[in-house]
């Protein structure tokens, strides 16, 4: 049997840290709620180590638009475009949750 604590012979690569990625539902009851508004308004704040990106449903439909912030799995619903600077600010940026935007769903 071998013993897999011991080190490998293959060479170690460097894993890349990952960077957070935003996904905004652009489906039709999201895109109805204005979801591309609230798109449009994360692509207009450059966001370092962050990538942003349309979505297609994220199965949550008619409490939209729907945010989902990725690799924390934190779920944001009913967001408007004038609160996404408060998204990048506290969440993004400074790491904290916004609590009052969080999805109920999932978030307690």
């Known amino acids: 049997m071998t013993n897999i604590t011991q080190p490998s012979n293959f060479p170690t690569i460097d894993q890349p840290s990952f960077s957070k990625c935003v996904r905004v539902c652009q489906n039709r009851t999201c895109k109805k709620q204005g979801a591309a508004k609230v798109l449009a308004a994360f692509t207009t704040l ?7 990106t349309a979505s297609s449903c994220l199965g949550q439909c008619g409490n939209g638009p729907m945010v989902l912030i990725l690799p ?4 944001y ?14 969440h993004l940026l400074g790491g904290q949750r916004v609590k009052q935007m969080l999805y109920h769903r999932f978030h307690s």
């Open 72 to 75: 924390d799995v934190v779920w």
């Open 46 to 52: 450059p966001i370092p180590g962050v990538t942003v």
């Open 77 to 90: 619903s009913g967001i408007r475009p004038d609160e996404v600077s408060l998204l990048v600010e506290q």
